[in-house]
């Protein structure tokens, strides 16, 4: 198959699950089980196809550096368990390390929290040329701290600005800080990796038994889960409000790893394929220049 070929076939992978446009998106209305109309025995396909996926998308991010015009990035998030180390790592396999950086945002530091809450973002920011991932992102301020709005206290806002509209004032910061982004070539792409509350209680159990899985159970998440329908709440909610053409949301379905990780390559590398990158031309002086330095180089002696 082609890089073309693939990159036809991408869409079919990431349509169903791309929202452009929040106002109709439904949470309900994606099944976190979905896998379209592959099956398991199609598994050893999708791996192949995901490799081929990750071959395209290293090609591109060759392109994508040698060209430094655009930046993308990338934002990751998802409840505890859904496979978001795991598809990082899986679908950036691939990519020269020098052209892209992945950064985690956890609990906010005491630096963090002595600015406004985009600031450990906007530092981040991938420059041109460069792919940038975020796994959770500044969208953890209008989640985690909406269902927890103890967290919100620790911002040290002036408490005149914290009013009922603060969420609505926070999506509307986050449309315009995309669309800022987007206006200067930084391509935004966001993933929510939707698992169900059953697959992430059996992974739960998996890092329990499984001593090489420990280190990633957490006895925090376990009590997240409490609040799981709080959770879904505010993620349809961020969805629809900051769902657009420029900085559209994947809502990809989690309960199966490998085609969690088919999707989000696809949409990658459909990402990368519309900007239409080329590796810079050499003009005819420079053309001239490269040939006699050939010339010089293949009169040399040794
Ligand atoms: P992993 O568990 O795979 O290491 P993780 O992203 O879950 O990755 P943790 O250290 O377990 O990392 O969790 C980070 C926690 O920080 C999450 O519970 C997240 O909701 C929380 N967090 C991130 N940003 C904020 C924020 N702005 N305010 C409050 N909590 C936040
Ligand atoms: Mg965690």
Request: hydrophobic residues 40%; charged residues 35%.
């Amino acid at each position: 198959m082609t890089t073309k070929q693939l990159i036809k076939r991408a869409r079919r992978f990431t349509a169903p699950f791309r929202v452009d446009d929040g106002r109709r998106f439904r949470l309900r209305k994606v099944d976190p089980g979905d896998t379209l109309d592959l099956g398991s025995a199609d598994k050893p396909r999708a791996k192949e196809a995901l490799a081929l996926g990750v071959e395209a998308l290293a090609e591109l991010q060759d392109k994508l550096y040698a060209q430094d015009r655009w930046a993308v990035l990338l934002m990751f998030q998802a409840m505890d368990a859904a496979g978001k180390d795991g598809t990082i790592k899986h679908v950036m396999s691939g990519v020269n390390p020098q052209g892209c950086q992945v950064v985690s945002f956890k609990s906010p530091s005491a630096e963090d929290l002595d600015h406004d809450y985009l600031w450990r973002c906007i530092k981040s920011v991938p420059e041109r040329g460069k792919i940038g991932i975020f796994n959770r992102s500044y969208y953890e301020e209008v989640l985690v701290v909406r269902v927890h709005p103890e967290f919100l206290e620790g911002q040290k806002l002036p408490p005149e600005l914290v009013t009922k509209r603060i969420w609505d004032e926070r999506f509307q910061d986050i449309r315009h800080f995309e669309r800022y982004l987007s206006r200067n070539g930084v391509v935004v792409r966001k993933f929510f990796l939707h698992v169900s509350r059953a697959e992430q209680k059996r992974r739960f159990l998996e890092r329990l038994e499984t001593p090489e899985k420990n280190w990633k159970f957490s006895a925090n998440d376990v009590k997240e889960r409490v609040f799981w329908r709080d959770y879904m709440r505010v993620y349809e909610d961020a969805i629809r409000e900051t769902a657009t053409k420029d900085a559209p949301w994947y809502v990809v379905p989690a309960d199966n790893k490998w085609f969690t990780r088919l999707v989000v390559a696809a949409a990658i590398v459909e990402t990368l394929d519309s900007l239409d990158l080329e590796y810079p031309r050499v003009d005819k002086e420079k053309r001239r220049q490269l040939e006699a330095t050939r010339r010089a180089l293949l009169r040399e002696k040794g």
